[in-house]
């Protein structure tokens, strides 16, 4: 499957942006869907994952209550809402797809597909 996520950008502090991914290539719900981030000279963190019908979703304490993770399986994306940013939100933001065979995961290494990411940079 074939990723691509759009929406990042600059924002000041306490701002919001939506962060969208679309996915081609193979059947959309037959994969979980994953945003993991990444700041400079930092690890690629996990930061939300929905199920492949929408049912389940995970976040990363760091985010939860700012962030939203949807999904539209007619038409092959999934998307993050971010609110209230901070300045520390800022990081080159990946989706990614992990088959729906085993549960939704954090882990990095569950997830089989990666979009080139986009930037999101948050000023104070």
């Known amino acids: 499957v074939q990723l691509q996520a759009s929406g990042g950008g600059l924002v000041q502090a306490g701002g919001s942006l939506r962060l969208a991914c679309a996915a081609s290539?193979?059947?959309?719900?037959?994969?979980?869907m994953g945003w993991f981030r990444q700041a400079p000279g930092k690890e690629r963190n996990f930061v939300s994952g929905i199920s492949w019908a929408g049912g389940n979703t995970l976040y990363a304490d760091s985010v939860k209550g700012r962030f939203t993770i949807s999904r539209d399986n007619a038409k092959n994306t999934v998307y993050l809402q971010m609110s209230s940013l901070k300045p520390e939100d800022t990081a080159v933001y990946y989706c990614?797809?992990?088959?729906?065979?085993?549960?939704?995961?954090?882990?990095?290494?569950?997830?089989?597909?990666w979009g080139p990411g986009t930037l999101v940079t948050v000023s104070s």
């Open positions: 290539g193979r059947t959309f719900s037959n994969y979980h």
């Open positions: 990614a797809a992990a088959t729906a065979r085993w549960g939704l995961s954090e882990e990095r290494s569950q997830y089989n597909y």
